[in-house]
């Protein structure tokens, strides 16, 4: 495991590497070798409880009980990764619908799997934040002070303003107290046109050219989406640029920002806090609540920082796409788990690659594999001999054939989850759909799909990836969407086209090609809880028949994810 010397974890916050679309709950019909079968969406009165043991993930982060929301500030101080995170301490219930008593959880690990839970680090106490404690990041300065960074709930209203906390100890290994600075708020809302219900999550801090800090913070002004630019000589206080890092008009709000720098072709992790390399790109990321003809998503902007700022006529804006290698804290749709993941800039400069830190890979088990197998249009292979909730899988794809890819719409570019919808694994194509069916029920009422199609355009091929929810679970009233996204692919020269998913119980995260797109979400099947078994199968609904050159697959252990002791956290 590479180490990123002293610099801070960035964090993507609610980063789901998906699309957001209109939800449709259609009946699926599904291919099978003799013939075809369809399936209804019975509704179950007898379902269980949602809130059930056999949910909870195994190796994925989450705290012993009650709500938590997004990651904050991770960082990597003397030898101890430090993962913080939005904590309500009285319920498992959202502390935002009464904007109160939201403090920072707080957690440290040697590995990145194994975590020990501390006491919270940051409680809402004084007048900057008596209302809640938000979202911010942390930063090393010069990589020997960490400095908090934080958004503070001044009133029920929900004003906004932003706050720091420095280690009351720095020689504890720990970090276990963490003291506010009297000078809070560093950061108010004095802008014209601001909501200052929206002006939140400070990013971490990275020093400009001229030698001063700077952070972004996600903000709405005069209803636009906007990452505010601030600037300091000593981190406690600061003066706003007038020029904005980026803003956006189809945006109302920019929330839990990332910032960092990448050099393409490296998986080298870059210190914000030191001199940036000539050639480096940057990002710029947000889950923000999107009014792109759709509900919420990740955007990430990938360019050139021009006179501190990165301007819409630069910037590349890459929806759904899956940086130097950077190590972040993944959060899993409907708040209950996270994942620590690698993500690094392709070779060519414009695709980011997402993939899992390489030590979850500690946790394997009893290794299945077989190889030259051929999966014709219908053929369903079930996949055994693992553990079928937790299980972590890598499969090759290989159409024989690459005449029978259909015709590529790039009005499809806009809404992946549409096509997804409506071209799903139901649906016969020429080159697909094809992959996984997991977490399978006996008679196939309950399974999650995650599938490739192949689609020829006028010079590439590009690949929509699906992850198809709609039939995952027979319990009423979860959101169950069907998730996609785009990427080019060189088929005919890469013939190959990989899928690794991971299944942690009621937590699927499937990468495709190499990590080029990533898709993460909760299922919640019925019969996880009633039978604790379920099915997997690599499937084929094409025309074209496709190869599996190699298949593997493992069992995964269970990793110690802040267990309590006595009913109380662990006392590290």
């Known amino acids: 495991m590479m180490m990123l010397m002293c610099a801070l974890l960035t964090v993507l916050a609610r980063l789901a590497c998906v699309f957001c679309a209109t939800i449709l709950l259609q009946s699926l019909a599904w291919p099978c070798s003799n013939g075809e079968r369809g399936f209804s969406y019975p509704q179950s009165p007898k379902a269980p409880s949602i809130v059930s043991e056999r949910y909870r993930t195994a190796y994925h982060f989450q705290p012993p009980r009650n709500w ?117 708020p560093v950061i108010q809302h004095v802008i014209p046109g601001l909501n200052s219900s929206h002006f939140r ?103 050139m920082l021009q006179n501190h700022s990165l301007t819409p006529n630069t910037a590349g804006e890459s929806y759904g796409l899956g940086v130097t290698r950077q190590i972040v804290i993944q959060m899993i749709l409907q708040k209950a788990g996270q994942e620590s993941m690698t993500i690094w800039l392709d070779g060519d400069g414009k695709q980011l690659i997402q993939w899992p830190v390489e030590e979850i890979e500690s946790l394997r088990i009893n290794e299945i594999n077989h190889q030259g197998l051929e999966l014709k249009k219908g053929d369903l292979f079930e996949i055994k001999g693992i553990d079928t909730i937790q299980a972590d899988i890598e499969i090759d794809f290989e159409p024989t054939s690459i005449d029978d890819a259909e015709p590529f719409d790039p009005s ?44 020829k355009s006028e010079q590439k091929y590009i690949i929509l990836m699906c992850s198809d929810l709609r039939r995952s679970s027979l319990r009423p009233g979860l959101y169950t969407p069907a998730y996609g996204g785009f990427f080019e692919f060189d088929l005919e020269n890469e013939k190959r086209i990989s899928l690794r998913t991971l299944i942690d119980r009621s937590a699927v995260e499937s990468f495709g090609s190499g990590g080029r797109i990533c898709i993460t979400a909760r299922v919640y099947p019925v019969a996880l809880v009633d039978n604790g078994a379920t099915h997997m199968y690599a499937f084929n609904n094409g025309s074209t028949t496709v190869g599996v050159p190699q298949l593997r697959a493992w069992s995964m252990k269970r990793a110690q994810v802040n267990v309590m002791k006595g009913g109380s956290v662990i006392d590290a």
């Open 68 to 184: 938590m929301n997004d990651p904050c500030g991770p960082m990597y101080y003397n030898g101890v990764y430090h993962e913080f995170y939005q904590y309500n301490p009285d319920g498992a219930f959202d502390p935002n619908d009464s904007l109160m008593n939201m403090v920072w959880g707080h957690s440290v690990s040697t590995d990145l799997i194994n975590w020990v839970g501390l006491e919270p680090a940051i409680k809402p106490d004084i007048p900057s934040d008596i209302c809640g404690c938000w979202t911010g990041s942390a930063t090393i300065l010069f990589g020997v002070q960490p400095v908090i960074i934080y958004t503070g709930l001044i009133d029920r209203k929900a004003n906004q303003v932003q706050n720091i906390a420095l280690p009351k100890n720095r020689s504890d290994p720990y970090l276990r107290e963490w003291a506010k600075v009297g000078s809070n």
């Open 412 to 455: 499809w570019l806009f809404d992946p989850r549409k096509q997804c919808r409506e071209a799903d694994a139901s649906v016969h194509g020429g080159i697909g759909p094809f992959g996984l069916v997991i977490l399978a029920s006996d008679n196939m009422e309950e399974h999650t799909a995650v599938h490739f199609r192949v689609y």
């Open 201 to 303: 999550d400070p990013t971490t801090g990275w020093i400009g050219p001229d030698g001063l800090w700077r952070i972004a913070v996600g903000a709405e002004v005069n209803g636009i989406g906007t990452a505010l630019l601030y600037k300091s000589e000593d981190f406690m206080s600061w003066t706003r640029i007038e020029r904005p890092l980026y803003s956006n008009n189809a945006l109302n709000m920019w929330e839990c920002l990332d910032f960092f720098a990448v050099v393409p072709g490296s998986n080298n992790g870059l210190d914000m806090s030191s001199e940036i390399p000539s050639g480096a790109k940057h990002v710029l990321k947000t889950p923000s609540k999107m009014t792109i003809g759709c509900g919420r998503g990740s955007i990430m902007v990938l360019s």
